[in-house]
C-alpha cells in the first residue's frame, strides 16, 4: 500500500515538475502567458499532494526557531512556481496579481527570498512604499549591494519624488484657490462698500433744501 501512495506521488509530482519546467522555457522565451498557463498546471499536479506521503515526522527541530530546512520539498516547489508566476504577473504588468503570488509563495516557504523580493516589486509598483522598504531593508541584510535591490531603491525614491511633487502641486493649487476666493471675496466687498458710499452720497443731496441745491449748482 505504502509503494503505490509513493509511487501516485512522484507520477503527479513528476508530472507536475513537467509543467513547471515548460513554463520556465515560456519564460526564457519572454511568452509569459503560456509560462502562466504551464505554471498553473503545475499547481494542479502538486497542491493536492500529501507533502509527507511516508507519513515520516515533519515536526521543527525548534519549534520556536523553524529554518527553511524545516520546510518540505513539496511546499518549496510550491513557492518557487508562485514566484515564477508573481514575476510573469509582473512583465505583464498585473500588479496585483505579482503581489497575491508572492504572497502564497511566501505562505509555502517564508524563507524564499526571491518571493521576498516580487513582493518588494509589487509593493513599489503599487505604491505601498512603507512595506515595500521594511521587505527591502531585510534582504539587504545579506546582500545590501545586489543590483536588484539597488534598482528598486532607486525606484522608490523616484516614487517618492514623484509623490512629493503631486502633493506640492496639490497644495499651490489650493493655495491659489484660496487666494482667489480671498481676492474675490475683497473685490466683493470693496465694491459693496462703493455703492454704499454712493448711496449715502445721492441720499445727502435729496435730503438738501431746495434752495441749497439751485445754489451749489450756480
Known amino acids: 500500500m505504502t509503494t503505490q501512495i509513493t509511487s501516485d506521488y512522484e507520477v503527479k509530482h513528476a508530472s507536475g515538475m513537467t509543467h513547471k519546467n515548460a513554463g520556465n522555457q515560456f519564460f ?43 520546510v518540505s520539498d513539496l511546499d518549496k516547489d510550491l513557492s518557487v512556481i508562485q514566484t515564477n508566476m508573481a514575476a510573469c504577473h509582473l512583465n505583464l504588468e ?31 509598483r503599487e505604491g505601498s512604499i512603507s512595506k515595500a522598504e521594511k521587505l527591502l531593508d531585510e534582504l539587504e541584510k545579506d546582500s545590501p549591494r545586489d543590483a536588484s535591490f539597488v534598482a528598486e531603491r532607486k525606484l522608490i525614491a523616484a516614487k517618492e519624488k514623484e509623490a512629493e511633487s503631486k502633493q506640492r502641486k496639490e497644495m499651490g493649487g489650493m493655495f491659489d484657490r484660496a487666494n482667489n476666493k480671498a481676492a474675490a471675496a475683497a473685490a466683493a466687498a470693496a465694491k459693496a462698500k462703493s455703492e454704499e458710499t454712493k448711496s449715502e452720497e445721492t441720499k ?12 451749489s449748482a450756480a
Open 28 to 70: 526564457k522565451d519572454k511568452d509569459f502567458t503560456k509560462a502562466l498557463k504551464e505554471y498553473y498546471y503545475a499547481l494542479l499536479y502538486l497542491r493536492g499532494l500529501n507533502a509527507n506521503p511516508m507519513d515520516l515526522s515533519t515536526a521543527p527541530r525548534d519549534p520556536e526557531k523553524p529554518t527553511e530546512d524545516d
Open 94 to 124: 498585473r500588479i496585483e496579481r505579482v503581489v497575491a503570488c508572492a504572497e502564497a509563495a511566501l505562505k509555502a516557504n517564508p524563507f524564499n527570498k526571491k518571493a521576498k523580493f516580487r513582493l518588494v516589486q509589487g509593493y513599489v
Open 204 to 215: 445727502s443731496e435729496e435730503e438738501q433744501p431746495a434752495i441749497i441745491r439751485k445754489k
